[in-house]
């Protein structure tokens, strides 16, 4: 399953599914250089982070906001 | 005698004069107080703080216009719309994501493809989560654009007063900094309203001697002891503290360190996870509340039921149904009902699509 890291509270990491659902990840289970915005790759209990993933989605999203601040 | 009695009819007279035009002056005053106060609830500063749970959404109104700082997580969308739309209005002049998390962004993007918007604003900052996309999606199809929350710039409100005292940096290391503070004045009132923005933010908003004195104040980040610094409170001083929070949400918040500072120092506290939705009226001189006080309790976490082996001990079941139903240790099927899966908290136990027993 993959994540991203919408933000960290307390012991959680509160990440949002492909659906836009959040759940829970304790912080003791990702790694700890893992930061808010970055994507998750799950699988069972153990979890990386997918810095491809993470590079594409930034991408994206600068791409998509050019010129939108005004 | 006659004497007396002419006097006396005399007197009677004066104060039948008087008495009949005490009442005309009255029945004339009790018009105006009609149109005043009518006039006064179109001219009255409202500030609803909705009660999204463990997330923000703020409804601001002044008159014909309106304002939305914030609008709670992806599932307070629709909440979010019709109680907006309930409120009558067609239009949002002003549409404020104070910072990219999805406990306050989450219904924007269902707000902003709802109504008619005004302005936009969000700090220079994205995020990579679909909810974020979801909002920069709804920005672009609308033709807005969005507006850089520069610190000193001025949103008037209809005759209410709003400056922006932060983001001061343009880059922080977490989200949460970036909030946008946002102070409204009317007449003699005034409201902080400060996002997530954590102590590093509040400081420097204190370093740069920015004018921070409130009557309200909306507690920084859920009440959490990341915000609220002491030198903040007392620079804000302010009478009455409004926090945003679910109840027995997950990280314990209020804090007690934050709880204890405003207790401390004797500010009235409203709280959503007590009071609901709470709604502040303003009318430049005084401000009134639609609810009576919180307590200064701090936020307990939701209970964890582990076993010795640190195995959940809530059952989870699919009933004959097909409903998810998930069974608490003390509930009276607990001991019938087979589990088909675990939980160590009820909040797993939702996550999961299960719902609470009624028993």
Known sequence: MRVIIDRFEGDYALCEKEDKKIIHIKREKIPTYAREGDALWIDKDKVIVDEYETKKRKREIEEMIEDLWE | MRKLNKKALKTYFFIFVMLLSFFVFLTACSKNKTVETMSNVRNDLEVHFMDVGQADAIFIKKGQNTMLIDAGNNEDADWVVNYLKNQGIKKIDYVIGTHPHEDHIGG??????????????????????????????????????????????????????????????????????????????????????????????????IDKGLNLSADVLKVGHHGSNSSTTLSFLNKVNPEYAVIMTGTDNDYGHPHKETMDKLKNKGIIVYRTDQNGTIVAISDGEHIKFNTNPGNYRIGRKSNTYVDEYGKGMIKGNINSKGERIYHMPDGAYYNKVKAEIWFKTEKEAKEAGFRKSKK
């Open chain 2, 108 to 205: 924007l993007d269902a707000v902003i493809n709802s109504f008619d918007i005004g302005k936009v604003y969000m700090p220079k900052v994205t995020h990579t989560s679909k909810t974020f996309k979801d909002v920069i999606h709804a920005v672009k199809n609308k033709g807005l654009k969005i507006s850089n929350p520069v610190v000193g710039s001025k949103i008037a409100l209809g005759d209410a007063k709003g400056v922006i005292l932060a983001p001061n940096s343009d880059k922080y290391k977490d989200y949460n900094n970036y909030s946008i503070v946002l102070k409204l004045t009317y007449g003699n009132t005034s409201f902080l309203f400060t996002g997530d923005a954590e102590g590093l933010s509040e400081k420097e908003m």
